[in-house]
C-alpha cells in the first residue's frame, strides 16, 4: 500500500476524484489502482476566500508498488504504515481481581485493556448509566434539579460524554489509533478515522458508551453503578482492600480515573496519604458568538453545506498573563455541568451535526499553584468550588449562571440584558457584572486578552458576544505521584490514571492513559 499526501479536493467535489488525482502523481494509469481510502482530510483556508480540503490517501496497485516507489523519489509519496495495537497478556493472575474507579475514558478503556486480556475486572462507577444520567441531566438544565451523584460529571461515560466529543490531542501515542477504532467499532462515525480534527458529538457518545458497556458485560468484566470509593485500606505500604460505603472489597491492584471533580474523593486519598501536588490548570468563562460570524471570519464568506462549522484555536500572552480557547464547540451550546449543590460551573457542547446557532468556546487564563490561595495539594480544587459557589449567589441561589456582554465586561459595567447573541445556558442566565464573579487575577487578563484575540478573528470582541461563568473544570487541579516506569503510587498497586490524577486532558489522551495503566499493571502482575 502507498500513502500519498497533499492532494486537493474542492468543496462538493467527489472522493472519486481523488483516485484520478492519485494515479497521475503516481504515472500509472487509474485502472492500476485496486483500492482508494481517504487516510487524512483537513481544511485548508490560509488563501480566503479559496477554502479547500488537503487529503492523504492510500492506495493498492495491481503493478509492482516497490518499483512506482524507487522510480517517484516524492518525499510526499512512501509506503503506508499502519498502526496495529498488540494486547499483553499477563503472566499470571493477580491475588485479587483488578478494580477500575470511574468510568469515564481512562476508566473503560483501562477496563476493556483488562477483560480483553481475560483479568475480568470490577469497575465501579459513581454515577448512573447512560441512560438514567441523561435523564438526569436532562431534568437539571430545564429544571434546576441537580443530582450530585449523576450529573455532567459523574456517570457513565465521565464528563466527556456531554461536551463536544472532542478527539483531538497533543499527544502522539500509536495508541491513538487503536482508541479511535474502538470508537468506530462501537458505534461512532467512520470520519474520526480521517477527519484532522476529529469530534463524536453528544448524541452519538451516548450509544457509544452503551455498547461500551455491553462488550465488557460479555467479557466477563462487573460494572457497578452508584458506587462511591470511600476508603483505600492499606498494609506496610501496599493497598489490601477499598471501601465503598458499609462494603468491604479485597483489592491488591486498583486502577484509579475518577475524572477531574470528584472533590470528596480527592479529599479522603489525601487524607489517606496518597501522594500528590497542587497541578497547574485554568479558569475562564464560555463565550458564544454567532456560528455564521466565526463561519466568515476563518472562511472569508458564507460556509454553505460543504465545509463543516468552522473552529479556531487561539492564544495570547499579555502583560498580566496569557489566555486561550479551549474545548471550542461549532454549533454548539454551553450547558450546565454543576456536580455539587451551591455552585455553578459551566461547559461546552455540540451534537454531531454542529448545527446549532451559537459557536462557543472556554476562554480560559493559566494558573499556576503560586496563584493559588496556598501551597496545599488541594487548594486549587478549594479555589474552583469558592468561584463556584460565588457563581451560583450572584446568578440568583437558582443555578442560573452570570453572564455579560463583551462590550459590557470591557466597560465595567452589568449587563442587563443580550442582543443579537442569544445565550444558549440552560436553566438560564442572569446579566450582571462578571468582575463580581471572577477574581481580579483573571479579569484583569482577560479584558487585556479579547481586544488581541478580535485581531486574530474578526468579531471575536463584538460588543454583543455573551461570556457565561465560570469554566472552572477545564482540567484537574490536582496531580497524583506515580512511577514514571511502572505507573504505581508509593502506594503499591494504587494506578492513578486519567485526567482527573492529573496525567491526562481529554478524551484521547485519558483513553490512552488507561491502556497504558491497564498494560502497565498486566506486566506488574
Known amino acids: 500500500m502507498i500513502r500519498i499526501r497533499d492532494l486537493r479536493l474542492d468543496p462538493g467535489q467527489p472522493l472519486d476524484s481523488l483516485k484520478k488525482q492519485a494515479a497521475d502523481r503516481l504515472g500509472v494509469h487509474t485502472d492500476a489502482i485496486t ?152 458505534g461512532a462515525q467512520e470520519d474520526i478515522l480521517w477527519d484532522a480534527k476529529p469530534h463524536i458529538g453528544t448524541d452519538v457518545l451516548c450509544r457509544v458508551v ?42 491488591s491492584v486498583l486502577i484509579l480515573a475518577i475524572g477531574h471533580s470528584a472533590r470528596d474523593t480527592f479529599r479522603m486519598l489525601h487524607q489517606s496519604g496518597v501522594p500528590m501536588e497542587p497541578k497547574p490548570f485554568s479558569i475562564g468563562v464560555r ?22 462549522a468552522a473552529d479556531y484555536k487561539l492564544n495570547v500572552v499579555t502583560p498580566s498573563g496569557s489566555a486561550y480557547t479551549f474545548c471550542m464547540c461549532p454549533g454548539g451550546s454551553v450547558v450546565a455541568a454543576a456536580s455539587e449543590e451551591g455552585g455553578v460551573c459551566t461547559n461546552g457542547m455540540s451534537n454531531a451535526a454542529r448545527d446549532g446557532e451559537n459557536a462557543n468556546s472556554a476562554l480560559l487564563v493559566t494558573l499556576t499553584p503560586k496563584d493559588f490561595p496556598d501551597g496545599s495539594p488541594l487548594s486549587g480544587m478549594e479555589w474552583q468550588r469558592e468561584i463556584e459557589q460565588r457563581a451560583f449567589k450572584v446568578g440568583g441561589s437558582s443555578y442560573r449562571a452570570p453572564a455579560q456582554s463583551v462590550g459590557d465586561f470591557l466597560k465595567r459595567r452589568p449587563s442587563e440584558g443580550f442582543t443579537a447573541v442569544r445565550p444558549t445556558y440552560l436553566p438560564g442566565v442572569t446579566p450582571c457584572d462578571l468582575h463580581d464573579v471572577l477574581p481580579n487575577r483573571l479579569t484583569d487578563v ?62 484521547v489522551s485519558s483513553a490512552v492513559d488507561g491502556i497504558r495503566c491497564a498494560e502497565a499493571l498486566i506486566k506488574n502482575i
Open 446 to 507: 482577560l479584558e487585556e486578552a479579547l481586544p488581541l484575540l478580535g485581531n486574530k478573528i474578526r468579531g471575536f470582541d463584538a460588543a454583543d458576544a455573551v461570556m457565561t461563568a465560570p469554566e472552572t473544570r477545564s482540567s484537574s487541579p490536582v496531580r497524583m505521584l506515580r512511577d514514571a516506569k511502572n505507573l504505581q503510587s508509593s502506594l503499591r498497586g494504587l494506578y492513578p490514571c486519567g485526567e482527573g490524577a492529573g496525567h491526562a486532558g481529554g478524551i
Open 287 to 308: 463565550i458564544e458568538h454567532p456560528q455564521a460570524t466565526i463561519d466568515e471570519a476563518q472562511y472569508g464568506k458564507a460556509r454553505g453545506s460543504e465545509l463543516p
Open 35 to 186: 483500492d482508494c481510502s481517504l487516510f487524512r482530510r483537513s481544511v485548508d483556508a490560509r488563501k480566503k476566500p479559496d477554502v479547500f480540503f488537503v487529503c492523504t490517501v492510500d492506495v493498492c496497485l495491481s503493478c509492482d508498488e516497490e518499483a512506482v516507489l524507487k522510480r517517484l523519489h516524492d518525499p510526499k509519496i512512501a509506503p503506508a504504515k499502519n498502526y496495529r495495537y498488540e494486547l499483553p497478556l499477563p503472566a499470571a493472575q493477580p491475588k485479587t481481581r483488578p478494580v477500575v474507579v470511574g468510568f469515564g475514558p481512562a476508566g473503560m478503556f483501562a477496563a476493556l485493556t483488562l477483560a480483553r486480556a481475560g483479568l475480568k475486572p470490577l469497575v465501579l462507577e459513581r454515577g448512573a448509566p447512560v441512560e438514567a444520567r441523561t435523564e438526569a441531566v436532562r431534568r437539571f438544565w430545564e429544571q434546576g434539579k441537580l443530582d450530585p451523584e449523576s450529573n455532567v460529571q459523574f456517570g457513565e461515560g465521565g464528563a466527556g460524554t456531554f461536551s463536544d466529543g472532542k478527539l483531538t490531542t497533543g499527544t502522539k501515542d500509536p495508541r491513538i489509533r487503536h482508541v479511535f477504532e474502538e470508537f468506530v467499532r462501537f
Open 210 to 251: 452503551k455498547n461500551f458497556r455491553e462488550e465488557l458485560l460479555s467479557l466477563g468484566a462487573e460494572i457497578r453503578f452508584g458506587t462511591k470509593l470511600t476508603e483505600l485500606c492499606v498494609e506496610d505500604g501496599a493497598l489490601t482492600a477499598i471501601r465503598c460505603g458499609e462494603e468491604t472489597i479485597p483489592c
